[in-house]
């Protein structure tokens, strides 16, 4: 959801490390994968994966090893190839992605799917969008077209509305869609799972005050600074627990999406660090800067 760089979402293939000679490619990025987190390869994992026949990924071992210099070996006996003395990543890992497959497994389709790499658990999904819902919108997102949907709110209940749809954002609970809506005239999050229809093809053109470089929350970038709440009596193992420099953490993060962080990471944005309930262990230092930002009321404790 929260990019350390929100001016740049765009994610391409891991980049190589440098000194690397070889650009990335995905079936040497897999192969370092498996050996980097899981400490070993045999073909077949290569041949399931993407589908190759074994002159192929062997190939693909032999170019790992001599071009990239990646240092692994083969065990005759189990045909696998594990790590050789002084071994080390090719490619930067993402954290993140890494994690999602060791947890998950590969696979962006159904043609192959590997499962947990290793022994993990996850937290089920409170809130997941339906497919018939989350693809039309993707694809105007994608078009850059107005849709109709039928939506429920607290306010209006059920409702067709129309919206200008330009991006998906995920507040740690549920997923959103990021929309001009031309009922209320404004720029809002839509959540997918009140979406109950979408229908395209049957709204106007998108007009020039309905384009996301308007959305003013979406495109003003704050940095929040946050610390150890004052009520801790060992601040230094928050400042363990989150990577803190100097004892704050620097959080850069839409503004349309800084409320939605604060309130999943429990900070008080009080600005006299007045919760004092246990799960709070974060103070948002700097809480003057959620000021104008249209949801700033769901962080907690701010009054603005």
């Known amino acids: 959801m929260f990019n350390e760089n929100p001016g740049n979402l765009e994610h391409g293939s891991p980049e190589p490390v440098p000194g690397s000679e070889s650009g990335p490619n995905e079936r040497l990025v897999f192969i370092d994968f498996r050996c980097t987190f899981l400490g070993e390869l045999k073909?077949?994992?290569?041949?399931?994966?993407?589908?190759?026949?074994?002159?192929?990924?062997?190939?693909?071992?032999?170019?790992?090893?001599?071009?990239?210099?990646?240092?692994?070996?083969?065990?005759?006996?189990?045909?696998?190839?594990?790590?050789?003395?002084?071994?080390?990543?090719?490619?930067?890992?993402?954290?993140?992605?890494?994690?999602t497959a060791l947890s998950r497994g590969f696979g962006e389709t159904q043609i192959y799917?590997?499962?947990?790499?290793?022994?993990?658990?996850?937290?089920?999904?409170?809130?997941?969008?339906?497919?018939?819902?989350?693809?039309?919108?993707?694809?105007?997102?994608?078009?850059?077209r107005a849709v109709k949907v039928s939506y429920s709110s607290f306010t209006s209940g059920?409702?067709?509305?129309?919206?200008?749809?330009?991006?998906?954002?995920?507040?740690?609970?549920?997923?959103?869609?990021?929309?001009?809506d031309r009922k209320r005239q404004?720029?809002?999050?839509?959540?997918?799972?009140?979406?109950?229809?979408?229908?395209?093809?049957?709204?106007?053109?998108?007009?020039?005050?309905?384009?996301?470089?308007?959305?003013?929350?979406?495109?003003?970038?704050?940095?929040?600074?946050?610390?150890?709440?004052?009520?801790?009596e060992h601040p230094e193992v928050i400042a363990l627990d989150y990577k803190m420099v100097d004892g704050v953490l620097r959080v850069r993060v839409r503004a349309a999406l800084?409320?939605?962080?604060?309130?999943?990471?429990?900070?008080?944005?009080?600005?006299?660090h007045s919760l004092k309930d246990i799960e709070y262990r974060l103070w948002l230092k700097n809480s003057p800067i959620l000021y104008d930002v249209a949801n700033a009321r769901l962080a907690p404790g701010y009054k603005g």
């Open 43 to 99: 073909r077949g994992d290569l041949m399931a994966r993407f589908n190759i026949g074994s002159a192929a990924a062997t190939r693909d071992i032999a170019e790992y090893r001599n071009e990239l210099g990646g240092k692994i070996e083969l065990d005759p006996q189990t045909k696998t190839y594990r790590l050789a003395p002084g071994f080390t990543p090719m490619f930067a890992h993402e954290v993140e992605q890494a994690l």
């Open 113 to 144: 799917t590997s499962g947990a790499l290793l022994n993990c658990e996850i937290p089920p999904h409170l809130s997941t969008p339906e497919l018939d819902v989350l693809a039309p919108l993707c694809r105007a997102i994608h078009a850059r």
């Open 158 to 180: 059920r409702s067709v509305r129309e919206i200008v749809p330009f991006a998906l954002a995920n507040n740690g609970l549920r997923w959103h869609v990021r929309a001009f």
């Open 186 to 232: 404004t720029f809002v999050d839509f959540v997918l799972t009140r979406v109950h229809e979408v229908m395209e093809g049957e709204c106007a053109a998108p007009k020039e005050h309905e384009l996301e470089k308007h959305d003013i929350d979406w495109g003003r970038i704050l940095e929040l600074q946050l610390v150890a709440h004052p009520k801790e």
């Open 258 to 272: 800084a409320s939605y962080l604060l309130r999943q990471w429990l900070v008080d944005c009080s600005t006299d």
